[in-house]
């Protein structure tokens, strides 16, 4: 399902952020199926556990609009998408608390139930947050840095205004003489445009006149 779908869904052009979220909904609902009975197993198994992110991977990148090279964890915080290790322990454990509930009081109402909701969204998002600030995690530094103060309004933002360029300039992978040049496809890191010797993902955002009429930097427009 995650193969067919991300051919519907091409980084540059194709579908907006709300059909992305949509279709990264769809994947993920198909993957949590039966948490509750195996996401203990793949918490003790790193195996169990690569897999299950490597197929995440694959969709929330199309959701992000990001390239293939930018780590789980930086695709996930751009993508504004929760990992899926942590869905589906949260899921488990919500599952496990309504069963003693019901065990102990019976029938639980709708209140109950939405207050056990948003218990569970706050204990979730909070394990993200602490996850993503622990110093010894390097993966998606950039991105990190950009998005973890404004986490929870940019989650909210479902994926809106987040384009193909913004994702590389955000990532850090993308059109520029650094990244190009580390992946073989450019012999420097020097940038196009200008005298400065090293051409990142920073200098093309701050590069004088990008998006007033100056030449574009490799790849397209960035408007």
Known sequence: MANGLTRLLPNLGGPGGHVRRLYAT?????????????????????????????VQRHI????????????????????????IDLLAVSQARTYRRLKELEAKIGLILPRARAALKLQKREILLQEWEDKLSDPRLVSGRR?????????????????????????????????????????????????????????????????????????????GDWG
């Open 143 to 219: 991105i990190r840095e950009a998005v973890q103060p404004v986490l929870r309004d940019w989650i909210a933002k479902k994926g809106r205004g987040l384009t193909f360029h913004v994702a590389q300039v955000l990532s850090g992978h993308g059109c520029f003489g650094e990244y190009l040049c580390r992946i073989g496809r450019e012999r420097t890191t020097g940038c196009h445009h200008c005298p400065e010797q090293v051409n990142s993902a920073q200098h093309t955002l701050v590069l004088p006149g990008v998006g007033r009429g100056a030449p574009s930097p490799p790849g």
């Open 26 to 54: 769809t994947v993920h609902s198909v993957l949590l199926y039966g948490a509750p009975v195996w996401a203990e197993r793949v918490e003790e198994n790193p195996t169990l556990c690569r897999r299950l992110v490597a």
């Open 60 to 83: 929330v990148n199309r959701a992000a609009r990001a390239y293939r090279t930018v780590s789980h964890v930086g695709v996930t915080v751009l993508a504004g998408i929760l990992p």
